[in-house]
């Protein structure tokens, strides 16, 4: 049976090594940042390239919490990819700030760098309010492209915030995906590329004072100690358990699983590459996707539902990243968009389908979902 994404795979393979390290934690006590805790930050600010690391409750945290620290507020906008999960422009809510959404590019399905600077000027030329920030996505596992938003950042002086909740393990060149923001931010739900079982996240920065800040914040806005509170935090930590269950994670995804994920795309675009009416993921040279989701785009909605339907009628399981482009939630309802410029999103929405992908799908199990989509595509 193909499953979408196989935790219990997973799980069956590092059962052993998962199972000793909880029951460790559980023994020796330490339970809410616990010495696991620490020791993981360390090995992902490593494994990142970055100086710190800074673990809390969630991937939506780490976002609310970088935008805590950068102090992002009333009247700020904040600029957020139209297709991307509810959490990258929810939190800009959450502090206050306007989020303004911004097209993506077709192939990468990722912030559009002409859109953004678009979008820019014309807050800049209306001056009602300050243009502050991008949160960029690292979507489907690949980086956005950081070359050229740092220039628009730098051109008008934005910080850039990298929601790397799907992009762990992506790279451009050498660069690992979480040191291309001066703040960045992943999440370990058990379905992204690194995930643990339960809920958790993690916050990644190079600078000092902006570490010591959010060290404080996931802990009530702590001082000296927790009973001495110098600011409005939040609660928002890593239990031991899930850090010792992802430090197992982790060597299993640097040993071999980003590579067999790579491994798995390479198959799907060998075998779907000569069937009509499809596009597939295209990774841009020098750019490295951890490939958290694969994702093909049809031509019109009936075709995506229509295959989507087959699959399902095949026991195939697929989904619909994302359906709803943010600026049609009704939760930003009360902003007022300029939605003419959202085209690329409008039409993903409604033409992209994600097929299976995980580090433990078989050969065959990509066979037979490359015939079943080759058997409606043709049968049209
Ligand atoms: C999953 C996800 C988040 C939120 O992470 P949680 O751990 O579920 O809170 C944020 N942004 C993106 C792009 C995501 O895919």
């Known amino acids: 049976m193909i499953k979408f994404r196989d935790l219990q795979a997973q799980y069956q393979h590092l059962k052993q090594q998962i199972d000793d390290a909880v029951t460790n934690v559980m023994t020796s006590g330490g339970f809410i940042l616990g010495k696991e805790v620490l020791e993981l930050e360390k090995r992902l600010a490593e494994y990142v390239g970055v100086k710190h690391c800074v673990t809390c409750a969630n991937g939506t945290d780490a976002l609310q919490l970088a935008a805590m620290t950068l102090n992002l507020g009333k009247d700020d906008i904040v600029f957020v990819p139209d297709f991307t999960f509810f959490s990258s ?27 953004l600077e678009k979008a820019v000027e014309a807050i800049a030329i209306e001056g009602k309010y300050k243009p502050k920030a991008v949160v960029a996505v690292d979507l489907f596992g690949l980086p956005a492209p950081y070359p050229e938003l740092r220039k628009v950042c730098n051109k008008y002086d934005l910080a850039l915030i990298e929601d790397s909740a799907q992009g762990f393990g992506g790279r ?24 643990c079982y339960g809920d958790g996240g993690a916050v ?9 800040i959010l060290r404080s914040l996931r802990v009530h806005g702590k001082g000296d100690n927790k009973y001495d509170n110098v600011r409005i935090g939040m609660n928002s930590r890593l239990d031991a358990i899930q850090a010792a269950i992802l430090s197992v994670k982790l060597n299993a995804f640097e ?26 993921p295209e990774i841009p040279e020098g750019y490295y996707s951890s490939y958290a989701q694969y994702t093909i785009v049809l031509n019109n909605q009936s075709k995506r539902d229509g295959l989507q339907e087959h699959l399902k009628s095949k026991n195939i399981p697929s989904m619909v990243y994302y359906p709803k482009p943010m600026h049609s939630q009704q939760a930003f309802a009360p902003y007022n968009f300029d939605t003419e410029c959202l085209d690329v999103t409008k039409k993903l929405s409604e033409t992209v389908l994600s097929l299976p992908m995980h580090p433990y799908l078989k050969d065959e199990q990509v066979a037979e979902v490359c015939e079943a989509v080759r058997y409606y595509m043709t049968a049209q």
């Open 204 to 212: 990644f920065t190079d600078n000092d004072k902006w570490a010591d």
């Open 89 to 115: 422009g929810e939190i800009v809510s959450l502090v206050g700030a306007i989020p303004v959404f911004v097209d993506v590019d077709r192939r990468s399905f990722n912030i559009s760098p002409e859109a």
């Open 255 to 280: 040993d071999y699983e980003l590579d067999a994920v790579n491994q798995v795309a390479k198959r799907y675009n060998e075998m779907l590459a000569d069937i009509e009416g499809l596009i597939l």
């Open 172 to 195: 451009i060149g050498n660069k690992v995906a979480g040191s291309f923001g001066d703040i960045a931010t992943t999440s370990f739900f058990p379905a992204k590329p690194l995930g």
